[in-house]
């Protein structure tokens, strides 16, 4: 007889999951319209790459085992994507803030 053990690890769904990096986005441009300094879009960037190693942790597992060139690519792609992001948001963000000191 099969015995399935309970899932322990997490998990969250693909909604769940675009809705944290969502927030995680619009947080690092709030945070630039208010001029806290440059350092947080860094720890907003730190934050991002920590949940999508959460989130796809399994998946980088699997390609390692695969093809670790891949895997390498596949994890700065999405690396370099994270911080265009995050750097965009900030970018924007500090630009509505010093719109907003002008009006």
Known sequence: MDVKEAKSEFAPSRFVNALV??????????????????WAALVMMV?????WGIVHRRRVAGMVRASLPQAIGTMAVALAV??????????????????????
């Open 47 to 51: 934050v991002a790459i920590i949940w």
């Open 82 to 103: 994270i911080v265009f992001v995050h750097g965009v948001g900030f970018g924007f963000g500090a630009t509505l803030h010093a719109l907003m000191g002008k009006i």
């Open 21 to 38: 990096e969502a927030v995680l986005v619009s947080t690092t441009l709030l945070i630039a319209m208010f001029g806290v300094p440059w």
